[in-house]
Each structure stands twice: as C-alpha cells, then as structure tokens.
C-alpha cells in the first residue's frame, strides 16, 4: 500500500480531497521533491511556515546540537538555556513603540510558550480574561485564529466553523477592512475608514460582559490576504484605548519577515497590548509564543496556564538559530524587496486578464483574486482604485488554478472567504530566477483557455 492510499485508510484529515495528490519526500530552501523524484518550486512553504527555506542547515544543526544534551524535561516545571534565551531575544525584537531611553519603556517582554498558533491565541484571550476582569472578545469577520473551540469561537470564517458548534458567547465580528468586497457599500478614497468607527459600537453593544480584548491579524491570512488601508489600525488602537480593550495582535502567519517587516504590525506605527506567534519562528518545528508587558502577564499566577511541550528546549534551539539568521540575512528587507517586485510583475501581466479581480499583498505575502468577470478598466489596481460592487467570487477556477500550477511545478495555496484566493508564501529565501518561475507559471495558466 502506497502512502496516499495509507493516508485514506488511516489517516483522519479533512483536507485529503484538497491537497495535492503528491508525496513529499525531500526539500532543500525554496523547492520540494516528491516521492516520485519531481522538484517544485514552494510558493507557501508549508502554509507560510519555513521562512527561513527548508532544511536550512543553521537550523538543523541546532537542532541537531541539542537533541545530543535534552529533548524534554517540562519547561515549566525545570528551566532550560534554549527557553531562556529565546524569551530574551523576543524581548529583544518584539515591537514598541517607546522612545529610545524612555524611563519607562513600553515592552512587550513576558513570553508564555506553546506548540500551536491556536495554542498561543488561547493563552492571549485567557490572559486577557484575567488581566481586564472582562470576558468579551471582538473579531474580524474573515478572520481565523485557531481550530480548538476557543479559537474558533473568535474566527470569522464559516468554512472553518462548519460543525463546530456551539461556540463561546460573548463573540462579535467587526466588518474587516476588506476593500475590494467593502462589506459596508463604501468606497475606499471616500469611507473615511468606516469598518473602523464601528468598533465604538461593537464595544458599547457589549457592555454587559465588557470586552477584554479586539483579536487582529494584520494581515488576514485564511481570509483572503486582506491588507487594511493606511490608518485603520491607528483609528481602532484610539478607539481600544478609550475603552480599556486590549489589542491582541494574531502574528501566526504575517510574523518573522513575512510582510517585510520582523513583525506586521510595525508597518503601522501601532504597539499591540500581546503579541502571538507561531509558524516562521522556528522554521517547521512545532513552537509558539504569547509576549505581552510584565503587567498583563502579572495576572497569570502559578498553576494558571501551562503546556506540557510548550518551550520544547530543542524547538526553542531551532528557533534561537531561525530568528538569528532572519537577522543576519535581513530577510524581512528581502521579502519586502521581492514581494513589491512579484506584486508588481502580477498586476502588469495579469491587468487585462478578465478573471482577475485583483493582486494585493505586503512583502511575500500575495494573494490573487479570482472572479467570474473583472471589474471594467482596472482588474489589478490597488484597493483604493476600486469599487465595492466587485464580480462574484470563483472558487471552481480558483481550485483548477492551483492544480495547473502544480503540474507545471510550482506549489502556491488557498484562501478567501469564498476559497477564490491564491496565495503565494514562499520560504524568504527564494531567489530571484524562482521568483520569476511563480510568475511566469501564474501568468501562463490564468491566461491559457
């Protein structure tokens, strides 16, 4: 019995009819071979995970280093060195927005550690809990955080939630600042950021739980790419303040390099209250972070919150070696540099292409939307040059997209609320004649009959 056909057997995983019928066996920076011995090049690393390019030997071999000395002994029960050290470079890293030598500097500092994304965001929201004595939570609609009831209980996509039910109450969904698919009517040049003046409702509404916390992704990732316009997260920290709401910035998926920037959020001039983390921060292996102040992580008292694997010491070793060669290598500076030329080259090839709603994006961090018919004159432009009343969504030619890729040897992935996205999350590391294959091969199978 083959692999795949073991897969079918025994293996529970709702995705099986979805993902590409092809073994992985091998990968080395940006490509992947299968079993069959055919490289591809890696457009979503893993679901945006291997920034620092698969199988990276600096990585490796820390790891490596260290299952030699000690693979597990509970790092809330026993310190380590790998933990340690780790906690101390995110202190490092982690946004502020203080000043330099501020008597009182405003850091992100205190990291709590998990295997998962969704394991993080659930430490963020029972932290919150504590530190605010509130209980509500506020999300985007399109947003995803997680797949445990928790997490889900605060993701925006009902393709996720499908079946999951009931969730937690005292949950409500802000509209995102989706401005292709406006979900207020409005035009991006004249709205005055509307889907962020709405938060002062969504807070007043929720009064009688109190809201402890706004969860964002600044970039959303499952939900389609969606980038906020200038100025929406500075508009809602305002009104977040005002309310003593805490701002839980989602870094999952946009942190380490991802968008051009270490950390997303930096682009936008705005310090959240926590920070999550996942994914890229130790290129595959399974590891998370929760950073926030010492004084939010002061309400957390012994025997609140722990992950028996959490802070593994030899995924806190790969991460301690991805974190330094992500600054050594600048890749944020090179996903950004990269990113603008892919965006770039997509929306001159693609600009008359009638399926093609539009290309959006920060740093490697690309999605592509496909539509049953275009908006007239300006497919490809911007968000600010288009309207609300965008075509209907195609998640049949979406799905046929992807699988013309793959046989053409690039892997890319997908996304949106309506599953009519392209996402394009290499490994950082790609180069630029593997930059130029992904464009290449999107241009040629969205313009082939």
Known sequence: MNTLDKFKKYMITEFLSEVAPIVADHAEGATLTDAAGKTY????AGISVCNAGHNNPEVVAAARAQLGKLVHCGTYLLPHAPAADLAEL???ITPTTSQPGAAVPHRLSKSFFGNSGAEANEAAMRLAKQFTGKHGFIALDGAFH??????LSISGLPSRKRGGGPYMPDVSFLPAPYCYRCALGLKPESCNLACAAALE?????AKHSGVAALFVEPVQGEGGIIVPPKGWFAAIKKILDLHGVLLVADEVQTGFGRTGHMFAIEAEGVEPDIITLGKGIADGFPLSAMVTRPDIAAAFHPGDHLSTFGGNPVCCAAA???IHFYQRENLPAQAARKGAWLIGELRRRLENNPRVGEVRGRGLMIGVELVERAVPGAPCA??????????APDAAFAKKIVKDCRERGVLIGLGG????VLRIQPPLVINDAQLAQVADTLAAVLTTP
Not at 41 to 44: E, H, I, L, N
Request: avoid cysteine; glycine fraction near 6%; aromatic fraction near 6%.
């Open 201 to 205: 409702e969504k807070i007043n509404f």
């Open 320 to 322: 301690l070696a991805t």
């Open 90 to 92: 995110l202190a490092e």
């Open 41 to 44: 090049v890696d457009a979503f």
């Open 382 to 391: 911007p968000p600010s040059a288009l309207n609300h009343a965008a075509p």
């Open 146 to 151: 997680g797949r445990t009831l928790a997490t």
């Open 417 to 420: 609320r309506d599953g009519n």
